[in-house]
């Protein structure tokens, strides 16, 4: 079975940087699409990055563009997400899910939605970003 395992997250200062972790086993890349989502409560859970061998190029929701950075270690089966000038409205649940085949993601002012389900989920870790 497919599992994602999401660490790294933490309280930061604004303007700081964090690297989240996601362990991912029993899933190839080249068949996989990895996306990290973000969630604060209230708030309907928000696509901020995702890529596949199936995209031409990895998908960066508008409000992350230019700060964060996805990036893949095949050797250790481990997918990070770079987070750098964090800003307070970053604070958020953020998790890592995978797909058989390519993100689906359909953008839309600004945002990016899921034309289709992401059909496994990490837990979930929390970034806190302090103004």
């Known amino acids: 079975e497919v599992q994602l395992q999401a660490s790294g997250g933490g309280l930061v200062q604004a303007g700081g940087s964090l690297r989240l972790s996601c362990v991912v086993s029993?899933?190839?890349?080249?068949?996989?699409?990895i996306a990290w989502y973000r969630q604060t409560p209230g708030k309907d859970r928000e696509g901020i990055s995702c890529?596949?061998?199936?995209?031409?190029?990895?998908h960066y929701a508008d409000s992350v563009k230019g700060r964060f950075t996805a990036s893949t270690d095949y050797a250790r089966n481990t997918v990070y997400l770079q987070m750098n000038s964090l800003k307070p409205e970053d604070t958020a649940v953020y998790y890592c899910?995978?797909?058989?085949?390519?993100?689906?993601?359909?953008?839309?002012?600004?945002?990016?939605?899921?034309?289709?389900?992401?059909?496994?989920w990490g837990q979930g870790t929390q970034v806190t970003v302090s103004s």
């Open positions: 890529f596949s061998n199936g995209d031409t190029h990895t």
């Open positions: 899910a995978a797909r058989r085949g390519p993100c689906g993601w359909v953008y839309y002012n600004g945002r990016y939605y899921a034309a289709q389900s992401f059909d496994y």
């Open positions: 029993e899933l190839t890349f080249d068949d996989y699409a």
